[in-house]
RNA sequence: GUGGGUGUAGCUCAGCUGGUUAGAGCGCCAGGUUGUGGCCCUGGAGGUCGUGGGUUCAAGUCCCAUCACUCACCCCA
């Protein structure tokens, strides 16, 4: 039979990487619960409206990244891209905005992107990510980069580079892109054929073209910031001023454009250097404009989401995962110390140790070696002298010393050891 | 969607210009002890050489296609 391989862009994550995921998330759990924000578990998919309405329709996303698919019922449902729409949805479905506000909300799990796999980025993929719904404050938008910085620093990651900006409101952006367009008319011959189209369908986004030939076409183009309107300059400079005063360095970039329609004022991305050609660790930025968009009464929101796998490589050297030491090893011989040691694994088992024994037939010598490589402290041995006797031969695998003693009292000692580190 | 690279044991790879039973290291299993680990020694299991076609007396080795992996573009997490 031929055998089946997992779909492309997708990966297990196998025991032993699971730990660095669960080191991870640990310290994820830890650091949101600090800022005061609640776990929210939203679906995994969602109604292909949300995503087409929320995100905008002429971004990659939705045109052309999103796995979607008709239910039995021909609902057209969307396995999710990103997790800010299913959140609003959910604040607004279960009337969150009718408690005290803001709500501070973050959840982690898997998104699903079409796309051609590459370094850092895969069909299926992990974020996590955060929330703060109903605040125009500017110290919720440095609260937010200020828990993201906070989370690399608790796993060690410091290699990376803020990048801030602000992309403005409906209030001076459409200014600010007729100027760019003036400004841009002149060059745009000489633009690469994705920045033509992207000329006319999303002017500031040629802002962001990595070509050399674009950037050089583009380096006397207006900045935003110059035009920025009077609450929106405010609001940047104030987020500023809180990020300097948090001591959180970042390096304003007024090419910096997000990928998600939804956007307003503050964007931020984070980059680090070792991450090859997809370099955000993760990105985001005050969406004021989206829980309208959704159905919902005006209401300003700030957020950010990361790459879990990427954070995860780029912590490569720094965030370990726990391998679980094993308290005992339980090798038996014959028949008689067989049914004791199963017997006496279990109890062990019971008493809160870590407990292992064999299942493979092995012989006493690789039940020890078996212990050894699984690291267990000490090795229980039960021949059919022992079991006769009611004893087991206590094994210290880092000294190697050996005693014969009471079964009640091996585990005694077994407790004693665990207590002691 | 476009382009480059790669596909040989569980893993990392070697197989020169096509030529007899396809190799190494690591890992795995067993033995070297009659009831004992880490080091060492010995032996063993394990490969439709990604798949399908083609060229040839002969293909892991050449050609085509296809799939997968990978890197980059695009976009972003």
Same mark, same amino acid.
């Not at 803001?102 to 796309?115: D, I, Q, S």
């Not at 367009?181 to 073209?209: G, I, M, W, Y």
């Not at 390096?251 to 956007?263: A, C, H, S």
């Given at each position: 039979m031929a055998r089946i391989a997992a779909p492309r862009g997708t990966a297990d994550i196998l025991p032993d990487d699971a730990r660095r995921w669960q080191a991870l998330e640990n310290a994820m /759990?830890?650091? !949101?619960?600090?800022?005061?924000?609640?776990?929210?578990?939203?679906?995994?998919?969602?109604?292909?409206?949300?995503? %087409? *309405?929320?995100?905008?329709? =002429?971004?990659?996303?939705?045109?052309?990244?999103?796995?979607? !698919? &008709? #239910?039995?019922?021909?609902?057209?449902?969307?396995? /999710?891209? &990103?997790?800010? %729409?299913?959140?609003?949805?959910?604040?607004?479905?279960? +009337? $969150? #905005?009718?408690?005290?506000?803001?709500?501070? $909300?973050?959840?982690?799990?898997?998104?699903?992107?079409?796309?051609?796999?590459?370094?850092? *980025?895969?069909?299926?993929?992990?974020?996590?990510?955060?929330?703060?719904?109903?605040?125009? =404050?500017?110290?919720? =938008?440095?609260?937010?980069?200020?828990?993201?910085?906070?989370?690399?620093?608790?796993?060690? @990651? %410091? =290699?990376y580079e803020l990048h801030l900006n602000s992309i403005g409101c409906p209030q001076c952006r459409p200014a600010?892109?007729?100027?760019? *367009?003036? %400004?841009? &008319?002149?060059?745009?011959?000489? @633009?690469?054929?994705?920045?033509?189209?992207?000329?006319?369908?999303?002017? @500031?986004?040629?802002?962001?073209?990595?070509?050399?030939?674009? +950037?050089?076409?583009?380096q006397d183009a207006p900045s935003i910031l110059d035009s920025l309107c009077e609450e929106c300059a405010d609001h940047f400079a104030t987020v500023r001023r809180y990020l300097d005063e948090l001591?959180?360095?970042?390096?304003?970039?007024?090419?910096?454009?997000?990928? $998600? #329609?939804?956007?307003?004022?503050?964007? !931020?991305? !984070?980059?680090?250097?070792?991450?090859?050609?997809?370099?955000?660790?993760?990105?985001?930025?005050r969406y004021d404009g989206l829980v309208e968009t959704l159905g919902g009464p005006p209401t300003p929101a700030v957020g950010f989401a990361a790459g879990m796998e990427r954070i995860l490589l780029a912590a490569e050297g720094t965030l370990r995962g726990e391998a679980a030491a094993l308290d005992a090893y339980v090798a038996t011989l014959g028949d008689a110390g067989r049914r004791v040691g199963v017997v006496l694994a279990e109890r062990l088992r019971r008493a809160g140790l870590r407990a292992e024994l064999d299942y493979m037939g092995r012989s006493l010598k690789a039940q020890m070696r078996q212990a050894n490589r699984l690291g267990a402290k000490t090795v229980l041995i039960i021949g059919d002298d022992e079991a006769k006797a009611g004893t087991v031969q206590l094994r210290d695998m880092e000294s190697g010393d050996e005693r014969t003693v009471g079964v009640d009292e091996a585990v005694h000692v077994l407790q004693e050891k665990r207590g002691e580190k």
């Open positions: /759990r830890d650091v !949101f619960a600090r800022y005061g924000y609640g776990e929210i578990r939203t679906p995994i998919f969602e109604h292909t409206e949300l995503f %087409a *309405r929320g995100i905008g329709e =002429d971004t990659d996303v939705v045109e052309k990244e999103m796995y979607t !698919f &008709e #239910d039995r019922g021909e609902r057209s449902l969307t396995l /999710r891209p &990103e997790g800010t %729409a299913g959140a609003v949805r959910a604040y607004l479905e279960r +009337r $969150l #905005d009718t408690e005290p506000q803001p709500v501070k $909300l973050w959840y982690a799990g898997p998104m699903f992107r079409y796309e051609r796999p590459q370094a850092g *980025r895969a069909r299926q993929f992990h974020q996590l990510g955060a929330e703060c719904i109903g605040t125009m =404050d500017p110290a919720a =938008d440095a609260e937010i980069i200020a828990m993201a910085a906070s989370l690399f620093r608790r796993i060690g @990651l %410091a =290699d600010y892109v007729r100027k760019l *367009r003036e %400004a841009l &008319e002149p060059v745009r011959d000489s @633009l690469c054929k994705s920045c033509q189209d992207r000329f006319e369908r999303n002017t @500031l986004r040629v802002l962001d073209c990595k070509r050399e030939s674009c +950037r050089a076409a583009t001591g959180i360095e970042y390096v304003i970039n007024p090419r910096l454009v997000r990928g $998600l #329609d939804y956007y307003t004022k503050t964007v !931020f991305e !984070f980059l680090s250097p070792v991450l090859g050609a997809q370099d955000a660790l993760g990105g985001g930025g």
